[in-house]
């Protein structure tokens, strides 16, 4: 039987767990259900952005985002605006509600960072923040190929 060689996503696997877990839990006072917190905090940080773009930048399918988004505008965190010149298209804007809800979305991810990188120094938090953006990157082309 083949082994891993290198156990590093299983790592990553297991921290993207974590966090994902106890922020679904947080979040469900503001009725985010699974994952959705990531839609939103996409779309307060990129306001206008179309189905596609949101796709690729969490790297999920366009159903996923399509299910996603259309929660969010039921329960009055989204705007969804067709595009003025592609009739085809939609850009998303946050609400108010979805302003505020940002703030405490962001200080919890604040919180996990700073507990994710306790005992390390600013500069292998920095070499840790370029790694796993250069393997985010290498795996783009992978990712695009479904």
């Known amino acids: 039987m083949k082994k891993l060689e290198f156990k590093v996503l299983r790592f990553v696997g297991t921290l993207s767990r974590a966090i994902n877990s106890k922020a679904d839990f947080k979040y469900k006072q503001f009725n985010l259900q699974k994952g959705q917190y990531m839609f939103l905090t996409r779309v307060c940080e990129n306001p206008g952005i179309n189905f596609v773009d949101l796709s690729n930048m969490l790297k999920v399918d366009k159903t996923t985002t399509t299910k996603a988004v259309k929660k969010l505008i039921d ?41 994710s990188f306790k005992g390390f120094s600013e500069e292998e938090k920095k070499m840790a923040a370029r790694l796993i953006k250069r393997m985010s990157e290498n795996i783009e082309e992978y990712w695009l190929d479904i």
Request: aromatic share 10%; charged share 40%.
């Open 75 to 115: 329960i009055g965190y989204l705007n969804k605006q067709q595009h003025e010149k592609d009739k085809r298209e939609y850009k998303l804007t946050p609400t108010k509600k979805a302003l505020k809800v940002y703030e405490f979305i962001i200080e919890e991810e604040s919180k996990q960072l700073k507990i």
